[in-house]
């Protein structure tokens, strides 16, 4: 098997066994929050999935390498002033264990739904920044 992403995209770890997944390629400042949302809730469940999408056991040592992963890869999808700003705010948020108040996050998936309601149940996201998204359609964080 080969290696797929964890949250991004309908072939992801997330869209395969749970359904929902983050819309969207690469990390961007529009996927990024979503990212760190799904990396919160895997901290607070205790398990995630691996390259070959196999469950693992999640601890904030481990949500630390993504967010520094995720920070790293941003470098090549943006330009470093907001891929240094990402990385940052990707520390900051998993140390509060929410998303900052102008945050928002986009999800898809059958699934998407359920797990929006997951990670308002958990403290994660409010509901008005959490935002359910067809296959497909235009992710963008200007409103």
């Known amino acids: 098997m080969y290696r797929r992403n964890k949250y991004i995209g309908r072939r992801s770890c997330y869209a395969v066994h749970e359904g929902a997944y983050v819309p969207g390629k690469g990390l961007t400042e529009e996927t990024f929050l979503s990212v760190m949302a799904l990396i919160l809730r895997d901290v607070k469940r205790g398990w995630s999935y691996d390259d070959h999408c196999n469950r693992i056991p999640f601890s904030r040592n481990y949500a630390l390498q993504r967010v ?3 920070g790293a890869l941003s470098f090549t999808h943006t330009d470093k002033e907001v891929a240094r700003s990402l990385m940052g705010l990707g520390r ?3 140390e509060q264990e929410k998303l900052p108040e102008w945050a928002r996050v986009f999800l898809a998936g059958k699934n998407a739904k359920k797990v929006a309601e997951e ?4 403290g994660i996201a409010r509901p008005d920044q959490i935002e359910v998204v067809e296959e497909g359609e235009a992710v963008s964080l200007k409103a």
Not at 119 to 122: E, K
């Open 68 to 70: 520094v992963w995720a």
């Open 92 to 94: 900051e948020i998993l």
């Open 119 to 122: 990670l308002v149940a958990l």
